[in-house]
């Protein structure tokens, strides 16, 4: 989750939006603040529960107002305060285990931003909000490395907070990079769980989805996100805590790392966490906690499980945003026949001499043999925001020799290449093969003006065009893969176009570590 360009204003019918700014001591910065109270006809006395969520500036996108509202209309849960918090251009370095930053030096404010929530925003609330005081009424909540941030906040800190909320948790946190003698143990949070105990007061949800990522460092069959996140709930268990008591593991099949996902199972976590004792006792229950292989038997479950009642299962359901009546059944356990085809057999073939032109071939080419390209786009999102999370703006603004592009310049190239190349795989999957026209980039740069944006816009922009892609390129079928037509005065099939990007992204990182590194840190 990155920061959005501009956030728009939450339409709300129900629910009230203030926005604050807090000065914060701790993180040498003004922090930005959306707080959600309650409808005002809910006559309910503070001090209320409180959740703090991590990357506040994402609310819109989540649709978290009007899925507030319809839980609201329909009595799901309790009045409770909202407080959620923007992240900046430091969120990497903010978020994170306070204990410990990461191999590549990442997370190392996550300790200042651990003693502003606590010392400083939790005071505020209170003192200006009717936030609750007590532990057990404070949840801390977030997505992906601001998940993370939530699990640390509330593990180490029960006489504050009581209960985590972690969508999509980046447990991958480690101490040591992978190739560089990286084993399981590396992990951060699981290492921290281990040297730990379990408060009595300690209550987890936890989700992952299916689609989350398609990395398998360890070659299980288990995709990474999955195997992080069922690896600490063993190590929970192991410390003592009680599972079916304390933790509620959400698994969402077809889920993606995506805003999307999140939002649409955002009502079962709000539901557990200020659900109404009928509301709550109604959820349905979470899948089994088993890892998903693709030999079923290489993963033993974590939790027993009880004899299955007669009749069916009850099903995943997950509620719209738009009202709480709206509901899309998910299958109640893992169905390996089920899954996507792209999960389970990834077209590694490459496109053919004749299928690109002549100066394709060379991104075509950065991509190794056996590589799949939509795994390849999945995971450099990760080497772009480590190009620029050191980085000042100053520093984006610079090039590495006169007349060439600025990093800023360089990066909006890249979306806005991707984003004619995806368009042309578009309309040829879809059999209008008429020739499309080229485009001079150095005048798309020159007329981009990227040097007066933020760096944190310029990521937020290029994550929702690669999501974008991966979407749609996810959507082909093989026979689709193989369409083709005519772009820039030449041949191009949708498969080729599916090499390129990745390959073209390729290229630009290599300039970047080549070209730009040496200046910036010369």
Same mark, same amino acid.
């Given at each position: 989750?990155?920061?959005?360009?501009?956030?728009?204003?939450?339409?709300?019918?129900?629910?009230?939006?203030?926005?604050?700014?807090?000065?914060?001591?701790?993180?040498?910065?003004?922090?930005?603040?959306? *707080?959600?109270?309650?409808?005002?006809?809910?006559?309910?006395?503070?001090?209320?529960?409180?959740?703090?969520?991590?990357?506040?500036?994402?609310?819109?996108?989540?649709?978290?107002?009007?899925?507030?509202?319809? =839980?609201?209309?329909?009595?799901?849960?309790?009045?409770?305060?909202?407080?959620?918090?923007?992240?900046?251009?430091?969120?990497?370095?903010?978020?994170?285990?306070?204990?410990?930053?990461?191999?590549?030096?990442?997370?190392?404010?996550? !300790?200042?931003?651990?003693?502003?929530?606590?010392?400083?925003?939790?005071?505020?609330?209170?003192?200006?909000?009717?936030?609750?005081?007590?532990?057990?009424?404070?949840?801390?909540?977030?997505?992906?490395?601001?998940?993370?941030?939530?699990?640390? =906040?509330?593990?180490?800190?029960?006489?504050?907070?009581?209960?985590?909320?972690?969508?999509?948790? &980046?447990?991958?946190?480690?101490?040591?990079?992978?190739?560089?003698?990286?084993?399981?143990? #590396?992990?951060?949070?699981?290492?921290?769980?281990?040297?730990?105990?379990?408060?009595?007061?300690?209550?987890?949800?936890?989700?992952? !989805?299916?689609?989350?990522?398609?990395?398998?460092?360890?070659?299980?069959?288990?995709?990474?996100?999955?195997?992080?996140?069922?690896?600490?709930?063993?190590?929970?268990?192991?410390?003592?805590?009680?599972?079916?008591?304390?933790?509620?593991?959400?698994?969402?099949?077809?889920?993606?790392?995506?805003? #999307?996902?999140?939002?649409?199972?955002?009502?079962?976590?709000?539901?557990?966490?200020?659900?109404?004792?009928?509301?709550?006792?109604?959820?349905?229950?979470?899948?089994?906690?088993?890892?998903?292989?693709? #030999?079923?038997?290489?993963?033993?479950?974590?939790?027993?499980?009880?004899?299955?009642?007669?009749?069916?299962?009850?099903? =995943?359901?997950?509620?719209?945003?738009?009202?709480? &009546?709206?509901?899309?059944?998910?299958?109640?356990?893992?169905?390996?026949?089920?899954?996507?085809? &792209?999960?389970?057999?990834?077209?590694?073939?490459?496109?053919?001499?004749?299928?690109?032109?002549?100066?394709?071939?060379?991104?075509?080419?950065?991509?190794?043999?056996?590589?799949?390209?939509?795994?390849?786009?999945?995971?450099?999102?990760?080497?772009?925001?480590?190009?620029?999370?050191?980085?000042?703006?100053?520093?984006?603004?610079?090039?590495?020799?006169?007349?060439?592009?600025?990093?800023?310049?360089?990066?909006?190239?890249?979306?806005?290449?991707?984003?004619?190349?995806?368009?042309?795989?578009?309309?040829?999957?879809?059999?209008?093969?008429?020739?499309?026209?080229?485009?001079?980039?150095?005048?798309?740069?020159?007329?981009?003006?990227?040097?007066?944006?933020?760096?944190?816009?310029?990521?937020?922009?290029?994550?929702?065009?690669?999501?974008?892609?991966?979407? =749609?390129?996810?959507?082909?079928?093989?026979?689709?893969?193989?369409?083709?037509? &005519?772009?820039?005065?030449?041949?191009?099939?949708?498969?080729?176009?599916?090499?390129? *990007?990745?390959?073209?992204?390729?290229?630009?990182?290599?300039?970047?570590?080549?070209?730009?590194?040496?200046?910036?840190?010369?």
């Amino acid at each position: 989750m990155l920061l959005e360009i501009a956030p728009p204003p939450i339409a709300s019918t129900g629910t009230l939006l203030r926005r604050e700014v807090l000065a914060s001591r701790f993180l040498a910065r003004d922090v930005e603040l959306s *707080i959600l109270l309650p409808p005002t006809d809910t006559a309910a006395p503070g001090p209320y529960p409180v959740l703090y969520l991590n990357d506040g500036q994402d609310l819109a996108r989540l649709s978290l107002a009007a899925t507030l509202n319809g =839980l609201y209309a329909s009595r799901a849960v309790r009045p409770f305060l909202l407080v959620a918090i923007h992240a900046n251009e430091q969120r990497v370095q903010e978020y994170g285990t306070a204990a410990h930053a990461d191999f590549n030096g990442r997370g190392s404010r996550a !300790g200042a931003y651990g003693d502003f929530v606590r010392q400083e925003l939790l005071p505020f609330a209170q003192a200006n909000y009717q936030a609750s005081a007590d532990p057990a009424d404070a949840v801390v909540a977030g997505f992906s490395l601001g998940g993370l941030s939530a699990f640390d =906040l509330v593990w180490h800190h029960p006489e504050a907070f009581a209960r985590a909320g972690v969508f999509s948790g &980046s447990f991958w946190w480690r101490r040591r990079a992978v190739g560089a003698g990286y084993t399981p143990a #590396d992990r951060i949070m699981h290492g921290l769980v281990r040297a730990g105990r379990p408060h009595p007061s300690h209550r987890f949800w936890l989700q992952t !989805g299916t689609l989350d990522e398609r990395h398998d460092r360890t070659g299980t069959g288990v995709i990474d996100s999955l195997e992080d996140c069922l690896d600490l709930i063993e190590e929970l268990i192991g410390r003592g805590l009680d599972a079916h008591r304390a933790i509620r593991y959400v698994q969402v099949e077809g889920g993606h790392h995506h805003p #999307d996902t999140w939002g649409r199972v955002m009502p079962d976590f709000l539901v557990w966490a200020f659900g109404r004792e009928t509301a709550a006792a109604e959820l349905p229950a979470p899948l089994p906690v088993v890892r998903l292989q693709f #030999d079923p038997a290489l993963g033993p479950a974590i939790l027993p499980v009880a004899p299955a009642p007669a009749g069916p299962a009850p099903p =995943l359901v997950l509620p719209t945003t738009t009202a709480i &009546s709206e509901t899309q059944p998910r299958p109640a356990a893992p169905d390996l026949t089920a899954l996507q085809p &792209s999960l389970m057999l990834m077209s590694t073939t490459r496109p053919a001499d004749g299928d690109f032109l002549p100066y394709a071939g060379s991104y075509i080419d950065l991509m190794p043999a056996g590589t799949d390209p939509r795994e390849a786009l999945r995971a450099q999102p990760r080497e772009i925001h480590a190009a620029f999370a050191h980085l000042s703006e100053a520093q984006a603004e610079q090039a590495y020799a006169p007349g060439k592009w600025t990093l800023k310049e360089m990066l909006l190239h890249q979306i806005d290449s991707e984003r004619v190349f995806a368009y042309r795989a578009l309309r040829f999957a879809r059999g209008d093969n008429q020739d499309l026209r080229g485009f001079e980039q150095d005048d798309y740069v020159a007329h981009s003006g990227a040097n007066a944006r933020s760096v944190a816009s310029l990521l937020a922009e290029y994550d929702a065009t690669r999501a974008a892609t991966v979407a =749609l390129f996810e959507s082909f079928t093989e026979e689709q893969l193989a369409r083709r037509g &005519s772009a820039n005065g030449g041949p191009a099939t949708v498969r080729a176009l599916l090499f390129i *990007i990745p390959g073209h992204e390729r290229h630009h990182l290599n300039i970047v570590r080549e070209r730009y590194q040496p200046v910036l840190r010369g």
